[in-house]
């Protein structure tokens, strides 16, 4: 059953791939990232605990990769606004008593707004950002995925972003 199951998904690759790869190209804009989610749907395919149940292969082969072409776009924004984030402006070269104290006034603000933050999103910020692990090593040493390690850092940032406004500080 389970080898008939795989010489099913190969016929699906060998009719449909092409198409496959075309479609998730034009949902994702990315010939690789395309070839990535389709083999990851193959992968899928294969996997299924009762193959017998998917009456339509190529409809759910399709379906899948989408749903995992939508995941990535998700994750991908989400990763390009946790990289635009930003507290502090870059420094002026020319540091002047006044904005050394605005600077030490900004950092104050912060630190007060971290410790408000609840203790796995603050241990998950303080070791991405100020620490500088990478979130796949912050999610390890959390014991989490590293998606809910960049949800809590987003939310950290977010968070400590709007308490400096508050606090004047930007």
Request: hydrophobic fraction near 45%.
């Amino acid at each position: 059953m389970q080898r008939d199951h795989g010489r099913r998904v190969a016929e699906l690759f060998e009719a449909h791939n092409r198409a496959l790869t075309r479609f998730l190209t034009a949902r994702l804009k990315c010939s690789q990232d395309a070839k990535e989610v389709a083999q990851e749907a193959y992968i899928r395919m294969l996997q299924l605990n009762a193959p017998g149940g998917v009456s339509y292969l190529r409809a759910f082969l399709f379906k899948t990769a989408a749903n995992l072409a939508a995941d990535r776009l998700k994750s991908s924004v989400r990763r390009g606004r946790l990289d635009e984030l930003e507290f502090f402006t870059s420094p002026d070269s020319t540091s002047s008593a006044e904005s050394s104290a605005a600077a030490a006034q900004e950092l104050s603000a912060l630190l007060q707004a971290v410790e408000l933050l609840p203790a796995k999103c603050r241990y998950a910020f303080l070791m991405h950002r100020f620490y500088g692990h990478e979130l796949a090593e912050v999610a390890e040493l959390m014991g989490l995925s590293e998606r809910m390690v960049r949800i809590y850092v987003e939310r950290a940032m977010l968070f400590c972003r709007e308490r400096l406004m508050l606090a004047g500080a930007r």
